[in-house]
């Protein structure tokens, strides 16, 4: 006899509620749509990241590092071009607060300004005369610092970037814009990853994606400096990478853990695990957008997928 296939194999329709929509505590299911389903809209990639959504023209921007582009996949049509390539091996993407592209290039270590006329400004290549080892996410913060982690993607082999030996630390940096300095806000990790505010900005999420034990810390935000840094949720074997929080302060990440854990986890803002969303790929990274900033947007490997929810994202992410 042989198997059913999957829901990415056949054409048969979904079920409402979807069955791939689990909820792990009541506080989740005020934030599932009962009749919206996972949707697959674009694939054929070889590993995407970054998606950052553009209300304003109704699109999503993502990566696909190996094949060092940026995509755009159209909203309204579903078209999907390639609308830069090559692109520094683009990872992280975002939008800063006059609607700019933040990105995160980890073949050409910088991380850029894509400005309203389409030139690419870079905002930061080294830290004290020292080449950075990549940067891999980036989050910009109300008051318009730009706040990104350099973790040495790139560097640990061609494939998404160029090889290269390690010449400093992986950080966080915050950067000023306005002056182009910036510092190190943290530098206690073994690998940050992705990095997210609490929607009053009192909390900063940081994903460390080491060897080793991978966990997700917060730190409180005092005199705008990350300090009391702690332990947020600890999913080992499985592990976070890109993450984003909703307004009411749940945090929602791109999870890999395998056929039963990959694609998105979601926590209270206590860090217990209240949902998961799975896909058959493992969620590198997420993003909301759509008209009412209620679709989630889920870059997995070879595919970009979404869903409706009914929880809204944090500005800035």
């Not at 009962?34 to 950052?52: L, S």
């Not at 582009?69 to 090559?86: H, K």
């Not at 990095?195 to 005092?222: A, K, N, Q, W």
């Not at 896909?279 to 590198?284: F, T």
Request: charged share 25%.
């Amino acid at each position: 006899m042989s198997s059913v296939p999957s829901r990415w194999e056949s054409p048969a329709p979904i079920r409402y509620p979807d069955p791939d929509v689990i909820v792990l505590d009541p506080r989740f299911r005020a934030l599932v749509v009962p009749m919206a389903a996972i949707e697959r809209i674009a694939t054929g990639f070889r590993f995407t990241e970054g998606p950052a959504y553009y209300g304003d023209g109704r699109y999503l921007l993502f990566s696909d590092i190996p094949n060092d582009a940026l995509v755009r996949w159209d909203e309204i049509t579903g078209a999907v071009a390639t609308l830069r390539n090559p692109a520094g091996y683009p990872d992280g993407n975002t939008r800063d607060r006059q609607g700019r592209l933040i990105s995160c290039e980890l073949g050409s270590r910088t991380l850029t300004r894509t400005e309203h006329d389409g030139t690419v400004t870079v905002l930061a290549s080294s830290f004290e005369g020292t080449r950075l080892t990549g940067p891999n996410d980036v989050v910009v913060k109300s008051d318009g610092s730009i706040w990104f982690s350099d973790n040495g993607a790139g560097i640990r082999g061609h494939y998404l970037g160029d090889k290269a030996p390690k010449e400093m630390p992986y950080r966080v940096y915050r950067l000023d814009p306005k002056t182009g300095e910036y510092t190190i806000a943290i530098g206690d990790m073994e690998r940050p990853n992705g990095l997210c505010f609490s929607p009053d900005e009192s909390r900063l999420y940081v994903v460390d994606t080491p060897d080793g034990r991978r966990t997700t810390r917060v730190y409180d935000m005092v005199d705008g400096k990350p300090v009391n840094g702690r332990l947020f949720f600890d999913a080992t074997p499985g592990f976070a990478d890109g993450i984003r929080c909703d307004t009411e302060g749940n945090v929602w990440a791109g999870f890999s853990g395998g056929p039963e854990q990959d694609g998105v986890a979601v926590f209270a803002p206590d860090g217990t695990l209240i949902g998961r969303i799975l896909l058959p790929e493992r969620c590198a990274n997420l993003c909301f957008g759509g008209r009412k900033r209620n679709r989630l947007f889920m870059t997995a490997s070879q595919s970009v997928y979404a869903l409706y929810v009914e929880a809204q994202g944090v500005a800035g992410g």
